[in-house]
């Protein structure tokens, strides 16, 4: 397995948000997490990647226990996050924001150049010298998932990579996440847009209230109108 976690508990302050979390994610696997706005998505991620002060439970990257690992540590392992929030450096040009991120090439993992993601993401090389701040949001959405590939991670943590964006630029996301599944990366995505992530997943977990109330294939959660209507819709 490339990620496992095992009985994972988060918390802010004295609030318990997860409970006994448990998910796993196979070599060149796309895993989305589905729920609801608050359901657990955003600080399950953060609790991976070491973002949450207070947790317990054990994560393993490649077989490695990373529970205890800051964030940087997690990160130079090769395992990459992509905030929602995106983040990006609003006074630097597409392509310093791209150097930013870089990091040396890894054994196992797919590796990444400015122009090979200028090819994933055409947008981003016809505007290479523009400012951060002066980019759409889904052009900003595009260059902060380039900026975490120049890391060369072998795996991929997406907070709600489709949300907010123009129903042209998810379809060119989608595009763009099938073709880094190709190269071999391993990705999670968070999502609420159950049919953007029908688009790309191998499987799915459905996250309510913190807790994993679905783990399945695509198809077996297609199968199964009664916990979509219960955990998915609005």
């Avoid at 630097?92 to 090979?116: H, I, S």
């Avoid at 191998?202 to 109108?225: K, M, N, Q, V, W």
Wanted: hydrophobic content about 40%.
């Amino acid at each position: 397995m490339k990620l496992e976690v095992h009985q994972l508990n988060s918390f802010y302050g004295p609030a318990h948000i997860l409970f006994d979390v448990d998910i796993n994610v196979g070599a060149g696997e796309v895993v989305a997490l589905l729920g609801r706005n608050g359901a657990g998505k955003s600080t399950t991620f953060r609790s991976i990647v070491g973002l949450v002060a207070r947790r317990e439970g054990r994560i393993l990257f490649e077989g490695e226990d990373i529970t205890a690992r800051p964030t940087h540590e997690i990160v130079r392992r090769g395992l990459g996050y992509v905030p929602e929030d995106r983040r990006i450096f609003t006074e630097l040009t597409v392509e310093e924001n791209l150097m930013v991120g870089e990091q040396p090439e890894r054994t196992g993992a797919p590796r990444w150049t400015p122009e090979k993601l200028y090819a994933l993401f055409p947008n981003l090389g016809e505007m290479r010298g523009r400012l951060g701040g002066r980019m759409s949001g889904g052009e900003q959405q595009m260059l902060t998932i380039a900026r975490t590939l120049m890391g060369n991670p072998s795996l991929v943590l997406l907070d709600e990579p489709s949300e907010g964006l123009a129903p042209k630029i998810v379809e060119e996301m989608a595009n763009a996440i099938l073709a880094m599944k190709n190269e071999g990366l391993s990705i999670v995505l968070s999502e609420q847009n159950l049919h953007f992530a029908r688009l790309i997943s191998d499987r799915a977990y459905i996250i309510e209230s913190g807790r994993i109330r679905f783990g399945g294939t695509i198809r077996e959660l297609e199968e199964s109108p009664d916990i979509r209507d219960a955990y998915l819709a609005v």
